[in-house]
T-cell receptor
Framework: SQKIEQNSEALNIQEGKTATLTCNYTNYSPAYLQWYRQDPGRGPVFLLLIRENEKEKRKERLKVTFDTTLKQSLFHITASQPADSATYLCALWGGNALNFGKGTSLLVTP | DAGVIQSPRHEVTEMGQEVTLRCKPISGHDYLFWYRQTMMRGLELLIYFNNNVPIDDSGMPEDRFSAKMPNASFSTLKIQPSEPRDSAVYFC????????????FGPGTRLTVT
């Protein structure tokens, strides 16, 4: 069966450090992968999309990598700030739907 | 643009009652999605529409759930009769295919069925 796995344990890091979140998937051949941010009580907000022929994509302090051999995406936030604290979801297109992982909670402490 | 609008934001109802959730997508978007989010199961797609036509409703849990999109600016998700296990946050999202693959989510409706 298709699975999208994100670390269920919260990630706690100190302000200024780089946060790295992992998304692993099985039984998908995605044309692209997306990352979303979700704050408590709000809907997910789109951050980045990376296509299967792209190894890396950057947007400001965010960097996403996509390894279709390892079936893994890494999401990095450099120079993290307390305002980056949120849950981050990865999503893959499979069949007729965009399927989401359960997300990883990130807490950045001053 | 006001973004995706959902109402109500919170709904508390008793088991057996009918519940109707409402969504107004971003103007010009041609796709509309209904999701349900719980701690146990995460974010699950229930149904989606393209140009007001239902394309895939395989995620709708059972016949108690129904969704309509009578025009490009309005959609409803109805649960009748509601059950405690339907308690969740329901999100509506829209997408403009011509502008990319990202989806824009509404603020959600938190449903509690007692």
């Amino acid at each position: 069966s298709q699975k999208i796995e994100q670390n269920s344990e919260a990630l706690n890091i100190q302000e200024g450090k780089t946060a790295t979140l992992t998304c692993n998937y099985t039984n998908y051949s995605p044309a692209y992968l997306q990352w979303y941010r979700q704050d408590p009580g709000r809907g997910p907000v789109f951050l980045l999309l990376i296509r299967e022929n792209e190894k890396e994509k950057r947007k400001e302090r965010l960097k996403v990598t996509f390894d279709t051999t390892l079936k893994q995406s890494l999401f990095h936030i450099t120079a993290s700030q307390p305002a980056d604290s949120a849950t981050y979801l990865c999503a893959l297109w499979g069949g007729n739907a965009l399927n989401f992982g359960k997300g990883t909670s990130l807490l950045v402490t001053p | 643009d006001a973004g995706v609008i959902q109402s109500p934001r919170h709904e508390v109802t008793e088991m057996g009652q009918e519940v109707t959730l409402r969504c107004k997508p971003i103007s010009g978007h041609d796709y509309l999605f209904w999701y349900r989010q719980t701690m146990m199961r995460g974010l699950e797609l229930l149904i989606y529409f393209n140009n007001n036509v239902p394309i895939d409703d395989s995620g709708m849990p059972e016949d108690r759930f129904s969704a309509k999109m009578p025009n490009a600016s309005f959609s409803t998700l109805k649960i009748q009769p509601s059950e405690p296990r339907d308690s969740a946050v329901y999100f509506c999202a829209s997408r403009d295919r011509d502008r990319g693959d990202e989806q824009y989510f509404g603020p959600g409706t938190r449903l509690t069925v007692t």
